[in-house]
C-alpha cells in the first residue's frame, strides 16, 4: 500500500483538463457544449419497436382553424420556393455564431439567443441593441437580392420566468412558485406582461411554457414544472399560451402578443432517476394521463409550436420518434404548426451528428434548432440528402408549410419590421411598475408556509428584526436559473435594476414602520435582535447542473444549519427563508426554526416576502398566506419521487400543504435527521466497462487540443487512445503517450454529476491497467469539478512502476485523496483522467468507484 500525505500529490503538470470551451462550464459560453457527451454516448442502433396503441390520444378541437386565404398563400408560396430557400426556412442558428450578412445570404427562418447569449456578445446589452439586432436580422431576411425570395424570420427566447434575459426586465417567480399560486388568472397576466416586455425587444417567439410534470425532484428542470400533477399543468398551460399569444377568438398573435412554444414533447419529467435528457419508460397511458396533459391544455388553447424533448421514450430519442411527433402530435391530435428541436436535440439520434440528421426530419421534426457552426453542413446536408431522395421532398413541403403557416397568422408578412411595430422601444414597459406590481403580487402568493410555533409569524416591523444568510440580499440567488444567464450565476444585484432583494423588502417596510433592522449575511450582528429572519437555499442552477442524487439540503456542508442553530443556542427566535428550486429534505434545519417559508425563487420583487412575513405598525396582518404546496415535501433524502396519488404516499407534508395565521402548528421540533440512503448506494458506479457509461465520454488532450472519441483510433500530436481486446473484443483501451507535450485522456461529461455518495461510502477509484512500455516521467491520476481551481491529481508514478509489464493488474485509489485536496464530489465534470508529459504505453478496462474499498487501496492518503 503506498500512502500520500494531504496534499503531498499535487502535479508540476499544467491543468490538462482546463482546455477552453471543452473543459468549462461557463455559464452562457458553452450551453452548446452540452451536446457533445451525448452525441457520443448514443447507441448506434435504435431500440426494438414496442406496440403503440393510438387509441390513447385523443383528437383535439383546436380553437385556430386553417383559413383558406392562408392555404393559399402557402401553396403559392411553395410553388416558387428553391429548395435550398425552404431548408432555410427549417435552419434556426443562434445569435453567436450568425451574421446579419449570413442571414441575408442564406435566409433563415428562424434564429434564437440560447441562454447567456447577447446581442454583441454584451450581458449588458440595452433594450436598443436587442431591437437593433432584431431589425437588422429582419431587414436581411426580406432582403432578396442575395436569396431570391422575401420570407420574414421570426426571433425565438427562452422567456420563461418573464423577459429573462434582458436587463431589467421584471422577472416573476419561476414555475415551481405560481404552481403552489395556484391562480390561473394570474398566469395569464403574468403571461401577457411577459409578452409584451418581449415585443419591446423586436421578439416574435418565446420558448414557453414548460409543461413537464416532474416525478422525481432530484430533475434539475423541477423548478420549471408547475406541479406534480397534471391537472394543474393541464390548466396552467392554457393560461400561459392565452396570454402569451392572446385568446384565439380576441387578440390572437396581436401587437402585444408572441408565438408560445408548449414544451417539451414529451415525458421529460418522468426520466428514470429525475435524469436529465434520460429515458421515460412510463406506459403509453400514463405518457398521455400525466406527462401530456399540458399539450391537451396548451394545444387547445392555440398554441402554435411545439419543442420536441431531449429525453427518450422506451430508449428511442423523441427528437427522431415519428410515433410521437408525426402520428401521435400532428396526425392524431391535429395539431398544424411546427415543431422545433431542442438545442442540437437531433444530434442524440443514433446515426446523427449535430450537422447530418435526415431522421428527425423524416420522424415529423420541422425546425432544427443547431447552435454552433453546425448550422451550415447542416443546411447542405439536409439539401442533398433531399435530392438523393432519402428525405422526401414531401416532408420538406409540409415542415414548410407549417412554418409558413405560423409566420402568416403571426401576420409577420404584414406587421412592421420589429423596430416600427406599436410597442417596440417603448423602455418605460422593460420592468414597468405596474409589471413589477403583479410580479409582487405572484410572490405573496407563492409562499407557503411549512412551521409556525407559537405563531412567531407575522412579526411586527416595530421591532428589532435581524437578517441573515447569504440569500437574504442576493437577487441573483433568489432569481434562480435561467437568469440572465444560462444557469443564472455570476450576477449580482447591480445586475438587477428595479429589482429588490429580500432585505430590500424587509429593510423598506421596517423603516417606514419605525423598527430596527440590521444584514448581517454571515450571522455576526452588532445588536442583539428580537427575531432572526434567515434567508438561505439552493444556489442557482439550470438543466444538467441540478441534477442531484437525493433530496438532502446542503449534503456534507451544514453551514445553514449551523446559523440556525447558532440563533437557536443564543435565544433568538428563527424565522427560515427557504429559496429553492424543488422539495429537500431539510428535517434538521426545520427543528432549528420557529417558523419555516419555502419561498421557492421568487425572482426580481423581493418585496413580496415582506409583505406577508410583516405585519403593518399597527401589527395588523397585510397579506396571509394563500400559498399551498404544488409538490410534497419529502420525509426522507431518498423520497425523491413521492407524488400525489401514489400508492403508500407518506410524505412530511402531503400535496396541497399550507398553514395560514392562526392555524396549529404541525411540525414539532423532533423530526428524524437521520440522513437515509438508497437501496442500492453500496453498489460500484461503473464509469467504464467496454466502453464510456453515460453521461461520460472519452476526451483527448494534446497541449491545446482536445478531441472527443468516436472512432477506434484517435490520435492527436501526443496521445493516440484505440481499441483493444481484453477478454472480449474492444472491451480495453490502449492509450500511447509520445511524449512531445503534455497529453492526457479523461472521461469527462459537459455536465456536473453528484458523486457525494461514493466519498461518504468510504469508495475507491479502481480500474485494471496493463503496462505495455514504462514512463519516461510522472504520470498523474486527475479528477476534476466545475469550480475554479478544482483539477485534483494523484501521483500513480509509483504504483505503475512497480507493475509487470504487459500483466492485467488493479489499480485502487482512495476517493479521500481528492476529497482532501478541495474536490467538491457534488459537482464532478472529470471522475477518471490519466495524463503525464513523458512517454509510455498503458491499457484499461473496467474503471469503477467501489464503495468500502478506500481505506485498503494502493494508494490510499490517510
Known amino acids: 500500500?503506498?500512502?500520500?500525505?494531504?496534499?503531498?500529490?499535487?502535479?508540476?503538470?499544467?491543468?490538462?483538463?482546463?482546455?477552453?470551451?471543452?473543459?468549462?462550464?461557463?455559464?452562457?459560453?458553452?450551453?452548446?457544449?452540452?451536446?457533445?457527451?451525448?452525441?457520443?454516448?448514443?447507441?448506434?442502433?435504435?431500440?426494438?419497436?414496442?406496440?403503440?396503441?393510438?387509441?390513447?390520444?385523443?383528437?383535439?378541437?383546436?380553437?385556430?382553424?386553417?383559413?383558406?386565404?392562408?392555404?393559399?398563400?402557402?401553396?403559392?408560396?411553395?410553388?416558387?420556393?428553391?429548395?435550398?430557400?425552404?431548408?432555410?426556412?427549417?435552419?434556426?442558428?443562434?445569435?453567436?455564431?450568425?451574421?446579419?450578412?449570413?442571414?441575408?445570404?442564406?435566409?433563415?427562418?428562424?434564429?434564437?439567443?440560447?441562454?447567456?447569449?447577447?446581442?454583441?456578445?454584451?450581458?449588458?446589452?440595452?433594450?436598443?441593441?436587442?431591437?437593433?439586432?432584431?431589425?437588422?436580422?429582419?431587414?436581411?431576411?426580406?432582403?432578396?437580392?442575395?436569396?431570391?425570395?422575401?420570407?420574414?424570420?421570426?426571433?425565438?427566447?427562452?422567456?420563461?420566468?418573464?423577459?429573462?434575459?434582458v436587463i431589467g426586465a421584471t422577472l416573476f417567480p419561476h414555475n415551481i412558485g405560481l404552481g403552489a399560486a395556484n391562480n390561473a388568472e394570474l398566469l395569464e397576466e403574468i403571461a401577457a406582461i411577459t409578452a409584451t416586455e418581449v415585443m419591446v425587444t423586436g421578439i416574435d417567439w418565446v420558448f414557453a411554457p414548460t409543461v413537464a410534470v416532474v416525478r422525481d425532484d432530484r430533475w434539475g428542470r423541477t423548478y420549471e414544472g408547475y406541479s406534480e400533477d397534471p391537472e394543474i399543468v393541464r390548466e396552467y398551460s392554457a393560461a400561459i399560451v392565452r396570454g402569451l399569444q392572446g385568446a384565439a377568438d380576441k387578440d390572437f398573435l396581436g401587437d402585444s402578443r408572441v408565438i408560445s412554444t408548449v414544451k417539451h414533447f414529451v415525458g421529460d419529467g418522468g426520466t428514470i432517476d429525475g435524469d436529465d435528457q434520460g429515458n421515460n419508460i412510463a406506459s403509453e397511458q400514463e405518457l398521455f394521463d400525466i406527462h401530456a396533459q399540458g399539450y391537451v391544455g396548451g394545444l387547445s388553447a392555440g398554441s402554435q409550436s411545439v419543442m420536441a424533448s431531449f429525453n427518450s421514450w422506451h430508449g428511442e430519442k423523441n427528437h427522431g420518434n415519428r410515433y410521437l411527433l408525426t402520428d401521435v402530435l400532428k396526425d392524431k391530435m391535429g395539431f398544424d404548426g411546427f415543431v422545433v428541436g431542442d438545442w442540437n436535440g437531433h444530434g442524440q439520434i443514433?446515426?446523427?451528428?449535430?450537422?447530418?440528421?435526415?431522421?428527425?426530419?423524416?420522424?415529423?421534426?420541422?425546425?432544427?434548432?443547431?447552435?454552433?457552426?453546425?448550422?451550415?453542413?447542416?443546411?447542405?446536408?439536409?439539401?442533398?440528402?433531399?435530392?438523393?431522395?432519402?428525405?422526401?421532398?414531401?416532408?420538406?413541403?409540409?415542415?414548410?408549410?407549417?412554418?409558413?403557416?405560423?409566420?402568416?397568422?403571426?401576420?409577420?408578412?404584414?406587421?412592421?419590421?420589429?423596430?416600427?411595430?406599436?410597442?417596440?422601444?417603448?423602455?418605460?414597459?422593460?420592468?414597468?411598475?405596474?409589471?413589477?406590481?403583479?410580479?409582487?403580487?405572484?410572490?405573496r402568493e407563492s409562499l407557503v408556509l411549512l412551521k409556525n410555533k407559537d405563531n412567531l409569524l407575522p412579526l411586527n416591523p416595530t421591532k428589532k428584526i435581524l437578517l441573515a444568510g447569504d440569500g437574504a440580499d442576493n437577487i441573483g440567488k433568489q432569481s434562480g436559473g435561467w437568469t440572465i444567464t444560462w444557469q443564472g450565476t455570476g450576477n449580482t444585484n447591480a445586475d438587477f435594476p428595479g429589482g429588490t432583494s429580500i432585505y430590500g423588502g424587509f429593510e423598506q417596510a421596517v423603516n417606514a414602520a419605525g423598527g430596527e433592522i440590521e444584514l448581517a449575511a454571515d450571522g455576526n450582528y452588532k445588536a442583539k435582535p428580537d427575531v432572526a429572519v434567515v434567508v438561505f437555499g439552493e444556489e442557482p442552477y439550470a438543466e444538467g447542473i441540478g441534477d442531484i442524487d437525493n433530496l438532502e439540503y446542503q449534503r456534507g456542508n451544514k453551514k445553514d444549519l449551523a446559523l440556525l442553530q447558532k440563533f437557536k443556542a443564543e435565544g433568538i427566535p428563527v424565522v427560515s427563508v427557504f429559496i429553492s428550486g424543488r422539495p429537500m429534505w431539510v428535517n434538521a434545519e426545520l427543528n432549528a426554526s420557529d417558523a419555516f417559508v419555502a419561498v421557492w425563487l421568487p425572482g426580481s420583487e423581493g418585496q413580496g416576502v415582506a409583505d406577508v412575513l410583516l405585519t403593518d405598525a399597527d401589527g395588523n396582518a397585510?397579506?396571509?398566506?394563500?400559498?399551498?404546496?404544488?409538490?410534497?415535501?419529502?420525509?426522507?433524502?431518498?423520497?425523491?419521487?413521492?407524488?400525489?396519488?401514489?400508492?403508500?404516499?407518506?410524505?412530511?407534508?402531503?400535496?396541497?400543504?399550507?398553514?395560514?395565521?392562526?392555524?396549529n402548528n404541525v411540525l414539532a421540533d423532533d423530526l428524524d435527521e437521520t440522513v437515509a440512503k438508497f437501496a442500492d448506494a453500496d453498489q460500484p458506479l461503473v464509469l467504464f466497462e467496454h466502453a464510456a457509461k453515460a453521461p461520460w465520454a472519452l476526451t483527448l488532450v494534446s497541449g491545446n487540443n482536445t478531441s472527443g472519441v468516436n472512432s477506434s483510433i484517435v490520435e492527436l500530436d501526443s496521445i493516440k487512445l484505440q481499441t483493444m481486446d481484453k477478454d472480449v473484443q474492444e472491451d480495453a483501451r490502449t492509450i500511447t503517450f509520445a511524449g512531445k507535450e503534455t497529453a492526457a485522456v479523461a472521461l469527462r461529461s459537459n455536465f456536473v454529476e453528484d458523486l457525494r455518495n461514493y466519498t461518504e461510502n468510504d469508495s475507491a477509484l479502481t480500474l485494471l491497467v496493463r503496462k505495455d512500455q514504462e514512463f519516461s516521467d510522472s504520470v498523474f491520476l486527475e479528477m476534476r469539478c466545475d469550480e475554479s481551481d478544482c483539477n485534483k491529481q494523484v501521483d500513480i508514478t509509483s504504483a505503475i512502476k512497480g507493475f509487470t509489464i504487459h500483466e492485467w493488474q488493479e489499480l485502487t485509489v482512495d476517493l479521500q485523496c481528492f476529497s482532501q485536496q478541495g474536490l467538491n464530489f457534488a459537482r464532478v465534470t472529470v471522475p477518471f483522467g490519466i495524463a503525464t508529459q513523458g512517454s509510455g504505453v498503458v491499457s484499461f478496462a473496467k474503471i469503477r468507484m467501489v464503495p468500502n474499498q478506500g481505506e485498503t487501496a494502493k494508494i490510499t492518503c490517510r
Not at 8 to 23: D, H, I, W
Not at 371 to 378: C, H, M, S
Not at 413 to 425: E, I, L, Q, T, Y
Open 622 to 663: 397585510q397579506h396571509d398566506f394563500v400559498g399551498k404546496l404544488s409538490f410534497s415535501w419529502p420525509k426522507s433524502a431518498t423520497q425523491t419521487t413521492v407524488n400525489r396519488n401514489d400508492e403508500n404516499y407518506d410524505p412530511l407534508l402531503p400535496y396541497g400543504f399550507g398553514l395560514k395565521y392562526g392555524d
Open 1 to 165: 500500500m503506498t500512502t500520500l500525505k494531504k496534499h503531498e500529490n499535487k502535479s508540476r503538470l499544467a491543468s490538462l483538463l482546463v482546455l477552453g470551451a471543452t473543459s468549462t462550464l461557463m455559464v452562457g459560453c458553452n450551453q452548446a457544449d452540452k451536446q457533445a457527451v451525448a452525441e457520443q454516448q448514443v447507441p448506434q442502433s435504435k431500440p426494438a419497436a414496442m406496440e403503440h396503441n393510438i387509441d390513447v390520444w385523443p383528437e383535439l378541437d383546436l380553437p385556430v382553424k386553417k383559413d383558406p386565404e392562408i392555404e393559399q398563400k402557402i401553396s403559392e408560396y411553395l410553388a416558387k420556393m428553391t429548395l435550398e430557400q425552404k431548408v432555410a426556412q427549417m435552419i434556426q442558428p443562434e445569435i453567436r455564431d450568425i451574421t446579419v450578412e449570413d442571414m441575408r445570404k442564406y435566409g433563415f427562418g428562424s434564429f434564437l439567443n440560447g441562454g447567456g447569449a447577447f446581442p454583441n456578445n454584451d450581458k449588458h446589452a440595452t433594450p436598443a441593441d436587442w431591437i437593433k439586432l432584431a431589425e437588422d436580422m429582419y431587414q436581411a431576411s426580406v432582403d432578396d437580392s442575395a436569396d431570391g425570395i422575401a420570407i420574414p424570420t421570426m426571433w425565438g427566447t427562452d422567456a420563461v420566468h418573464g423577459h429573462n434575459n
Open 350 to 443: 443514433p446515426g446523427c451528428t449535430n450537422d447530418n440528421c435526415s431522421q428527425t426530419i423524416n420522424a415529423g421534426l420541422d425546425i432544427f434548432m443547431v447552435p454552433t457552426d453546425a448550422w451550415k453542413p447542416l443546411y447542405e446536408n439536409t439539401i442533398a440528402q433531399v435530392k438523393s431522395g432519402e428525405i422526401p421532398m414531401s416532408r420538406i413541403d409540409d415542415a414548410v408549410s407549417r412554418i409558413l403557416r405560423v409566420k402568416l397568422r403571426a401576420g409577420l408578412f404584414d406587421k412592421p419590421s420589429p423596430a416600427n411595430r406599436p410597442v417596440s422601444g417603448k423602455l418605460e414597459l422593460i420592468g414597468a411598475a405596474e409589471h413589477r406590481a403583479v410580479a409582487r403580487q405572484a410572490v
